[in-house]
């Protein structure tokens, strides 16, 4: 059976993991580098770099001695190879094109935005193609009709802010220090969400895109008029969580109705960092049961940046007779649907 060594270096988590085909996680490791870059208040290109290459080969030499296992054990050898931080995506990828040139092993090049959409199916072996995913993370947010490996039709995006980014950003301005995701989440538990009056940007608009960058402007003023109002920073963070659910919900219940009859998905599937939020699961649990649809989530460790979602796309790949040349290049931008349209009011974003 199929195992795959996976990389994942394109952010601030470096991360191997063995993965076989009937979706065993033979082993896997990742580093963070939160405390390096908590300091700076978000993540320094170049010191995630120079962690990556210091930790990455002692990190896969573990993940190998763990499972028992050496490289000519592995079947292929997969890494992100973009979207990300150059630096880091180099680091991952150039070690993983060293390992499979020296043990004569197919490589494969992973979209690291395709890690996190088939994770659910890593997660899930019911889950089939096609379903509606909504991938939320740092830099991203979008609705994607996943309908095969490298098929994936973009149905709307982000034009301005990533929801993980608006996360981090009211976390900042809330000194509740990096990475700010979990940590508006705990505080945003003992808030009360009506206490502070909070936009819903392109809430009821046609297209089912997105935009966070005004809400986070709100978040700033409400922070800065906080004495004269007498809320708290908890009612502060649950007041942004309940807006900015309140958007996805109604974004993706748009897009929900946008998906003609000739298209029967399986599910909706949420995945990526943001989607280890548990408010935010529960309520697109409920849209889904509206829709008579399953709700498909992958478990917490499984949301956030990983290398096992990296060989899992890596053994989907592999199982189809795919693989990448050597001199396959390390790319900071590298949409998952290169047809899809801008999105109108759009700034440049992969
Ligand atoms: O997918 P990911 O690990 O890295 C990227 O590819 O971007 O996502 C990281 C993002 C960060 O912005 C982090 O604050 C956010 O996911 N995040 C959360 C939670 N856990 C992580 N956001 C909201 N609630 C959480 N529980
Ligand atoms: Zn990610």
């Not at 952010?11 to 580093?31: G, K, P, Y």
């Not at 580098?33 to 080969?57: F, K, T």
């Not at 936009?199 to 608009?205: A, E, I, Q, T, V």
């Not at 109002?229 to 969580?241: E, K, L, P, T």
């Amino acid at each position: 059976m199929i195992i795959v060594l996976g990389i994942e270096s394109s952010c601030d988590e470096t991360a191997a993991a063995l993965v076989r085909a009937d979706r065993t996680i033979l082993a896997q490791h990742i580093a963070s580098q939160d405390e390096a870059h908590a300091p700076y208040g978000g993540v320094v290109p170049e010191i995630a770099a120079r962690a990556h290459a210091e930790r990455l080969a002692p990190l896969i030499a573990a993940t190998l001695a763990d499972a028992g296992m050496v490289l000519a054990d592995v079947d292929a050898v997969a890494a992100t190879a973009g979207p990300g931080l150059i630096g880091g995506v180099m680091v991952g990828l150039v070690t993983a094109k060293a390992l499979a040139m020296a043990s004569d092993k197919p490589l494969i090049a992973i979209n690291h935005l395709e890690g996190h959409a088939l994770s659910p199916r890593l997660a899930d072996p019911s889950l089939e193609y096609p379903y509606l995913l909504l991938l939320v993370s740092g830099g991203h947010c979008q609705l994607l009709l996943v309908e095969g490996v490298g098929h994936y039709r973009r149905l709307a995006t982000t034009i301005d802010d990533g929801l993980g980014e608006a996360f981090d950003k009211t976390a900042k301005i809330l000194g509740l220090g990096y990475p700010g995701g979990p940590a508006v989440e705990r505080l945003a538990a003992t808030g009360n969400a009506r206490a502070v009056a909070l936009p819903r940007p392109l809430l009821g608009s046609a297209e089912p895109h997105f935009s966070f960058a005004g809400l986070k402007s709100a978040v700033m003023r409400a922070k800065q008029a906080q004495v004269s109002s007498g809320y708290s920073d908890a009612d502060i963070a649950a007041a942004f969580q309940q807006a900015a659910i309140d958007c996805v919900i109604d974004r993706t219940r748009r897009a929900l109705a946008g998906i003609g009859p000739e298209t029967s998905i399986s599910a909706l599937v949420v995945a990526g960092g943001v989607a280890a939020n548990t408010a935010m699961r529960t309520a697109l649990a409920a849209l889904a049961a509206e829709h008579d649809l399953p709700f498909v989530a992958p478990p917490l460790a499984l949301c956030t940046d990983n290398a096992a979602m990296i060989a899992w796309a890596g053994v989907e790949r592999l199982a189809l007779g795919q693989n990448d040349p050597f001199d396959c290049p390390a790319r900071p931008r590298w949409p998952l649907d290169p047809d899809a349209a801008p999105a109108r009011g759009a700034g440049v974003k992969a």
